[in-house]
C-alpha cells in the first residue's frame, strides 16, 4: 500500500508539536495512506444534546447532519475517516440510539497553524480550531464561527464555543467533545473511548482488513 501523498492536515496544524503526540494518536492524526481508511470504533458514555429548549434547532441541524437532538448514555460509536485528493480529510461519525441512527459529516483542512472545519452535507456551518498539543493528547478548540451559503462566507459571532480533547487512557482512545452557548454554558456533549485502525477501504481491490492499529 503506497504512503499518501500529503502530510495530515493535523501534521500541517502542528507542524513539529505533531511529534509531541502520543504515538497511538499520531496514528489517528497522520495521514491515511493511499487505498486506506481510518475506522473507529467504540462507545460513548454520553451523547447528545442537554438543553430541551433547543430540541428544535437541533433537530433541523440533525437533517444537516451537524450535530442532532437525542441525548442517550452507552451509544454506540464509529468514525470513518478519509483523505481527498486535495489533501483533506473527511469524517463520518455515525452514533447508533436506541430507536436509530444519527449522523455528522465533516471535512477538514489547515490554516494558518489552525484546522478549518466544514460540517454537514454541504459543508454550510465553518468552524476554525486551534490546535494544541497538551500532555501527549490533542486540544482543539473554536476560535472561529461562519456561515457558507449561496457561494457566501458570512462570518458569526462567537455565540458558541466547541472544544475537543482527544487522549489515550487505559489502552484507549478517548474523547470529550464539547459545545458551549455564550450565557448558557454546556448544551451539546459526546464523551467515551473507541478502538482505532487503519484498514484497506473496501472500495479497492484486495482488502485484506487491517493494516495498522492504535494500540
Known amino acids: 500500500m503506497s504512503a499518501s ?19 497511538r494518536l499520531r496514528t489517528y492524526f497522520g495521514p491515511i495512506p493511499a487505498g486506506a481508511v481510518g475506522v ?9 444534546l442537554s438543553a ?18 437525542e441525548c442517550e448514555r452507552d451509544v454506540p ?11 483533506s480529510l473527511r469524517a463520518v461519525r455515525v452514533f447508533r440510539f436506541r430507536r436509530r ?3 455528522m459529516l465533516d471535512r477538514m483542512h489547515a490554516a ?15 468552524v476554525r480550531l486551534a490546535v494544541t498539543v497538551i500532555d501527549a493528547g490533542l486540544r482543539l478548540r473554536s476560535d472561529r464561527l461562519a456561515w457558507r451559503v449561496a457561494g457566501l462566507r458570512i462570518p458569526l459571532p462567537p455565540f458558541a464555543e466547541v472544544v475537543v480533547d482527544e487522549r489515550i487512557a487505559d489502552g484507549l482512545q478517548r474523547v470529550d467533545a464539547v459545545v458551549r452557548l455564550r450565557g448558557i454554558g454546556t448544551v451539546f456533549r459526546y464523551r467515551g473511548s473507541f478502538t482505532y485502525e487503519l484498514r484497506r477501504d473496501a472500495r479497492t481491490p484486495h482488502d485484506c482488513g487491517p493494516i495498522v492499529r492504535s494500540r
Request: proline content about 7%; aromatic content about 10%.
Open 5 to 23: 501523498s500529503h502530510p495530515s492536515v493535523y501534521q500541517d496544524a502542528l507542524g513539529p508539536h505533531f511529534a509531541d503526540l502520543d504515538p
Open 40 to 48: 473507529g470504533v467504540g462507545t460513548f458514555e454520553i451523547a447528545g
Open 52 to 69: 430541551r429548549a433547543l430540541r428544535p434547532v437541533f433537530a433541523v441541524m440533525a437533517w444537516r447532519r451537524v450535530v442532532f437532538p
Open 77 to 87: 460509536f464509529t468514525v470513518r475517516n478519509a483523505s481527498a485528493s486535495d489533501g
Open 101 to 103: 441512527e444519527r449522523v
Open 112 to 126: 494558518e497553524g489552525a484546522i478549518v472545519d466544514r460540517l454537514g452535507r454541504r459543508g454550510g456551518l465553518e
